[in-house]
């Protein structure tokens, strides 16, 4: 149907994770003591990247009907 | 529960979310050409997005809501609801019924049943459904509405049209004007989209939280430590009544508890009740009858990617009870450990309360047993008598704060808001960021489970109800344009079923009961229509309709044990026993599972005896491809073998009976 669902996940992750990244990287561990926001987006952006990776590939190659 | 603070880059997670699923919408929109293509996805979605669709579209909010706060009440057992009830019925599903349902080119599971049987069958189960769904988004949109008005900080209140429109009035009209926004615009195709969407959004939102929880409770060992306390005395976490005591590891174990008998477990039942009334009538009933979750693997593209549909839901289904049972767990282990300081959320009680009662223990001479009635008056709760003495006792002592005082009272409540916990857990653990990603996870799943049901209701609708006795034989674009108009309609009536679940305290208990007086029947209708020929129409008819009035007499029947007062009478009514008791069970979860037993019992003899009693209507040839033993197998030697639904199903048995012998 049209759209590859890959890019609005791949996007969507990508833009969170550069989020949490940024609020990581200002607001420090706050009240924790690991920095969670940091290290879950990292986790998250490179899951969105990799829907992002996917969904470029499936442009190249139509899949099977 | 006190308003969260949200900080910039928690709002900005939300928005996102909402502006990503408007514009699937709007992306979607071009691709809607005909009602196949907005009703049905023109059967041409990819595999794995019909099987995790399949799955989130039943990971409704009150689904990770509930489950966490069963997860606290019952512990592990709560898993019996995917481990031996999803999971076994999904591949069910994949495997025997989904040929039927796909290959009879049905649009619907009640247009199967018109196939099968006859229009009467399809009627009833067609407006029994419709009017499910509608009352389903509505529970969902009421929850949403709710928890929006106590999280955000904002006090909103406007007039239109004289009307007076407050904070919930706003908040479910805005959510469900997205809703309507994005499934108007791209369809059933637009609700599987944004299902896949909210699926990794809950398990990436609520992982690091259940990480966090289980960190800081000190690992799984030390959780299971502090639960066999829990379980040898769980009236001291106002979990089951004074002198209520299970063995150690009633909240660690799957099968222990359940198979020494209803008194040993504290989900009061016994192991019959469990298999054959959750996990055969109730579990199968759902996953393999209900049009809701049917519909998306429906959608898919062919034969192979239909039946593998659920199969892939059940991968990621077998191990959810991680992130929204074990959550629960958690929240009772810390409420367990005193160095925690946390307690399951108690109910909310407004501020001019907690001061009425802050000012009762001011106002109260120590060891004055009248005072902890007066605090509990002002409270408007069971309070714990020992808890209030004491902090009247300190207060008399060495006077205590307005805020000690408060945080005292709301230590000695002896009630739980188990629907709480879980968003008590994200307040404890999120930082911003983490926050808004969790919560939008949460309003991502009230939205989509307003989606879902209007989705399947516009369907049924349409093709259903509206082709079928209404407008018959009208083009295509007319039935898109109903198809569109329906969905209008259909959001419009979940906010009145919104606002008739927010009206009535037990709403929910009423309509969870109709559910289980619609779904439990009809699970033997269509076992017998699949794989017996001599089901006959008028035999489907009155069984379907038998089930339904015999689980209604059944329930104004029996009751619970605790809702007997001393003259034998139900204390209760919407928990049954309206017209005598005959039979008492000793928690609801019991009622339920007998309940659901009884129906299918009924539907199925009844079925099968009429059906001996009339003739056929429905030649051998006519039924083809609609019953198990007049249509050819499906060939699967052209697949490769991991993907033929028969190998794939035995290895998710396989895996499912390896978690419940390793949780034994």
């Not at chain 2, 009478?569 to 069970?585: E, I, P, Q, T």
Request: charged share 10%.
């Amino acid at each position: 149907m049209g759209l590859d669902i890959r890019w609005p996940i791949g996007l969507m992750f990508s833009l969170i994770g550069v989020l949490l990244l940024i609020e990581g990287a200002i607001g420090g561990a706050g009240e924790l003591d690991i920095n969670i926001n940091l290290i879950w987006g990292v986790v998250l952006l490179v899951f969105g990247v990799l829907m992002l990776l996917g969904a470029v590939r499936g442009r190249k190659t139509p899949p099977p009907s | 529960m006190q308003p969260i603070h949200l900080a910039w880059v928690d709002y900005t997670i939300l928005i996102a979310y909402v502006a990503f699923v408007v514009g699937i919408g709007w992306t979607l929109a071009r691709y809607m050409k005909t009602s196949s293509d907005f009703l049905t996805s023109g059967r041409s979605i990819p595999t794995w997005v019909t099987g995790l669709a399949f799955m989130a579209a039943n990971l409704g909010a009150l689904e990770l809501v509930g489950m966490a706060a069963s997860g606290a009440k019952y512990g592990i057992a709560q898993a019996h609801f995917y481990w031996i009830g999803a999971i076994p019925a999904m591949v069910f599903l994949a495997v025997f019924m989904m040929p039927f349902y796909y290959g009879s080119k049905a649009r619907s599971v009640p247009e199967y049943l018109k196939m099968r049987f006859n229009e009467p069958v399809r009627a009833l189960n067609a407006l029994s459904f419709a009017v499910m769904t509608v009352f389903a988004s509505g529970i969902s949109m009421d929850a949403l509405a709710r928890l929006l008005t106590n999280l955000l900080p904002w006090k909103l209140g406007t007039h239109i049209l004289g009307m007076n429109f407050g904070s919930y009035d706003i908040y479910l009209w805005i959510c469900s004007g997205v809703v309507l926004i994005y499934v108007l615009k791209g369809g059933l195709t637009s609700a599987i989209y944004t299902e896949v969407l909210q699926f990794f959004m809950i398990v990436l939102g609520f992982a690091p939280v259940v990480y966090l929880g289980l960190r800081d409770a000190g690992g799984w060992h030390s959780v299971k430590n502090a639960l066999q306390g829990v379980a040898t005395n769980p009236a001291a976490f106002n979990l089951q009544p004074a002198g209520v005591h299970y063995a150690p590891d009633a909240w660690t174990s799957v099968w222990k508890p359940v198979l020494d008998g209803p008194a040993a477990n504290p989900l009061g039942v016994d192991w019959f009740a469990v298999v054959f009334g959750l996990g055969f009538v109730l579990s199968f009933g759902y996953w393999c009858t209900n049009f809701l979750v049917v519909q998306r693997a429906m959608a898919a593209r062919n034969m192979t990617a239909a039946r593998n549909t659920p199969l892939i839901a059940a991968v990621p289904k077998m191990l959810f009870p991680l992130l929204v049972i074990l959550p629960g767990m958690i929240a009772i282990a810390l409420a367990s450990m005193p160095n925690k300081n946390y307690r399951i959320p108690p109910p909310i009680v407004s501020e001019a309360n907690y001061d009425k009662a802050v000012d009762a223990v001011k106002n109260a001479a120590p060891s004055d047993t009248a005072a902890v009635k007066a605090v509990g008056n002002a409270l408007g709760l069971k309070v714990d008598a020992g808890k209030v003495t004491k902090l009247i006792a300190d207060n008399a002592a060495n006077k205590l704060s307005d805020a000690q005082i408060h945080d005292g009272l709301y230590n000695s409540i002896a009630e739980n808001d188990y629907n709480s916990v879980i968003l008590s857990l994200l307040k404890k653990y999120c930082p911003p960021g983490l926050l808004g990603l969790a919560l939008t996870a949460l309003l991502a799943s009230f939205m989509s489970g307003m989606a879902g049901n209007v989705t399947a209701f516009n369907t049924i609708w349409t093709y259903d109800l509206y082709q079928a006795y209404l407008m018959p034989n009208k083009s295509d674009a007319h039935y898109f344009w109903m198809g569109k108009f329906i969905t209008v309609v259909g959001i419009l009536l979940s906010i009145g079923a919104a606002y008739f679940a927010s009206m009535y305290n037990n709403a929910m208990d009423i309509i969870q009961l109709v559910f289980g007086f619609v779904n439990a029947p009809i699970f033997g209708t269509l076992l017998l229509g699949m794989f017996w020929k001599r089901a006959t129409g008028i035999g489907a008819f009155l069984g379907l309709f038998g089930g339904i009035a015999g689980s209604t007499v059944f329930h104004a029947l029996t009751t619970t044990t605790g809702n007997v007062d001393a003259a034998g009478h139900a204390v209760n009514v919407w928990k049954g026993g309206y017209l005598g008791v005959v039979a008492k069970f000793p928690s609801e979860m019991a009622q339920n599972f007998w309940l659901a037993i009884f129906a299918f019992a009924v539907c199925f003899l009844v079925t099968v005896f009429v059906s001996l009693a009339t003739r056929r209507t429905k030649t051998d040839e006519q039924l083809k491809g609609l019953v198990y033993s007049l249509t050819p197998k499906t060939v699967d030697h052209n697949q490769p073998l991991w993907q033929r639904p028969p190998v794939f199903g035995t290895v998710l048995i396989i895996a499912c009976i390896i978690l419940n012998i390793y949780f034994w």
